[in-house]
């Protein structure tokens, strides 16, 4: 086999430009570009106590532009990216953690996912109750 | 004749060859198969190699998935070969090519050198804890401490989660999803020792801080190793590993030579 001319010629094929953007990338290619929206919406939150710390006539401008139909626009289109951020990332958690033994036996892997979906939803709803509470009394 | 044996229905199969000898590069070349229900793509292409093009050239063994030779790219998806049905392609024309992020040594053939490497380079074995005579009996297990690392115990070698992951394709030289599964394998397995040594040949770039979390490696899987989950949990262990050098002790248990 040592003899001879070797007729070895691998061939590299070159990885898909826009691999990203295809299927079964693409639900992974958001979800990272959805964390984006993420900082946007903290820095219209870091935004907001930066306008509250300048003093009244700042907060009050804040308000006003958070009220407006543009930035209700806005917040909706963070919202849903917000959300996708959640529901896939949760979809990947138990991947990212050591494999969850409760009595001797593996946690599924969806199960991990559902609880985790749940916890937000249910932290989600109670501080969304808590603001509502509070704004009633205020 | 009954239904399954029945071969009057055909499938066109593109298949990507590539001849070092005679091609500059891979082509696609169409073949026309009859098939029956119960035929899979690697008969089909065992079909093409006895009765059309006997220069066709694919890997495979056992045609039960348990040994891994025949992952392919079947409509651009990793798969084996003899774990699908001919049947689910049809009536469309099917495109066969070689595994993807992979050097095609000829035809559906890949270099698998690199991979084989890989795996040696994490210790593939267990190394004891506590090496004592066979007279003192076997290490012993509870079934908690199995499930921590069963999953990981059925990698068969298959690549297809190479072929999945886009970081490998950027990067030829990251250690990839199947060797970490390996690597987990042993480092979660209770009777094991050599946890530190194995840690030792992941960190940096080439090892777990490739991956970028996309997961497609377990979602290929044709055993349910979940890849990405060994990829992720030694992200963790890896950065553990940083912080805790100047503290930990030095001691490392010998390797087996």
């Not at chain 1, 639900?27 to 820095?43: H, I, M, N």
Request: one cysteine or more.
């Amino acid at each position: 086999m040592s003899e001879g001319i070797s007729e070895r010629r691998p061939f590299h094929r070159p990885q898909p430009r826009h691999w990203w953007a295809h299927k079964p990338y693409l639900a992974y290619t958001l979800r990272e570009l959805c964390g984006v929206a993420v900082a946007l919406y903290g820095a219209i939150l870091l935004a907001g106590l930066v306008c509250l710390w300048r003093g009244q006539a700042a907060f009050d401008l804040y308000r006003r532009v958070l009220g407006s139909e543009a930035s209700l626009l806005v917040h909706l289109a963070l919202l849903a990216a917000v959300l996708w951020h959640v529901v896939t990332w949760f979809q990947i958690l138990p991947k990212t953690m050591p494999k969850l033994i409760l009595g001797g036996r593996l946690v599924p892997p969806r199960a991990v996912t559902a609880l985790a979906l749940l916890l937000a939803f249910v932290c989600s709803a109670g501080l969304l109750a808590v603001v509502i509470v509070i704004g009633a009394f205020a | 004749m009954s239904e399954t044996m029945d071969r009057s229905k055909t499938i066109e199969l593109r298949v990507l060859r590539y001849r070092p000898a005679s091609d500059s590069e891979p082509v696609f070349v169409s073949y026309r198969v009859p098939y029956s229900d119960d035929m899979s793509v690697l008969q089909a292409l065992q079909s093409i190699k006895d009765s059309q093009d006997g220069s066709l050239s694919f890997r495979w063994s056992c045609r039960m998935a348990i040994c891994g030779s025949c992952g392919m790219m079947i409509n651009g998806e990793p798969k084996l070969a003899c774990n699908t049905f001919v049947r689910d392609l049809a009536p469309n024309a099917a495109t066969i090519e070689p595994l993807q992020n992979f050097p095609i040594e000829r035809d559906l053939v890949v270099t698998v050198g690199d991979f084989v490497k890989k795996i040696e380079s994490i210790y593939p074995y267990i190394i004891p804890k506590v090496q004592k005579p066979i007279e003192e009996g076997a290490y012993l297990q509870t079934p908690a401490q199995m499930a921590a690392y069963e999953s990981f115990s059925d990698c068969i070698n298959c690549m297809l989660c190479y072929a999945a992951c886009p970081q490998f394709g950027a990067n030829p030289d990251f250690i990839g999803p199947g060797a970490m599964a390996m690597l987990q394998r042993y480092n979660a397995d209770s009777r094991d020792g050599g946890r530190q040594l194995r840690l030792d040949q992941i960190n940096g770039e080439d090892g777990v801080w490739s991956c970028t979390a996309v997961g497609i490696c377990s979602e290929v899987c044709p055993k349910a190793v979940d890849p990405a989950n060994a990829v992720n949990q030694n992200k963790t262990n890896s950065a553990l590993d940083f912080f805790l050098r100047a503290v930990r002790p030095q001691a490392k248990p010998e390797p087996r030579s």
